[in-house]
């Protein structure tokens, strides 16, 4: 008895082990989150990996966002997928570039402009959140900065404080 117990764990356990090893050739790697000054282009392409990700919506939070948003990251944005941005300096900027990218691609776009920002987050599909050590428009040009994803456990109450902002924000 005790014997064919221990044959029963020794295989219980191979086919768990062999079940995440599969599970772990199919997800991809998380890519680096660690940029160096200067590592604009390896920023650049992490970031797009990120927002091509999405599958119904992304909502940008970055108070220094500028109208660059639009030429080097939503362009990798899945069709039909929503995007809301949200700033609180260069609207003017983002505003021209935004009637211009919603002429193009409908409602997929809101702008709105608050001052009770400080970090730089991206919120994925209502679930995921990003971190961005420094803005958009900047990052990695002169300083190291970060991209990394937040643990899933804080997501729901980050995004709940930005969704209280966004309501109370101006439209641009």
Known sequence: ME??????????SGVL?????????????????????????????ELNKVIASS?????????YLDATVFDYYLNSRGTG???RLLL????ENVKAAAEKYAQQYATVLEVRK?????????FLDGYVCWIVGQSLKDAAKA????????APDVVA?????YESIWANAQAI
């Open 143 to 150: 300083k190291p900065t970060y991209l990394a994803p937040l």
């Open 114 to 122: 608050s001052n009770k920002i400080h970090d730089r987050v991206i």
């Open 17 to 45: 082990h062999r079940a995440i090893a599969d599970l772990e050739l199919k997800v991809p790697g998380k890519g680096k989150v660690a940029f160096a000054a200067g590592e604009v282009y390896e920023f650049f392409q």
């Open 81 to 83: 997928v929503t995007v």
């Open 55 to 63: 599958e119904k919506s992304i909502f940008i939070v970055d108070p």
């Open 3 to 12: 014997l064919m117990r221990a044959s029963n764990v020794a295989t219980i």
């Open 88 to 91: 609180s300096k260069n609207s």
């Open 157 to 161: 109450t980050k995004l709940e404080h």
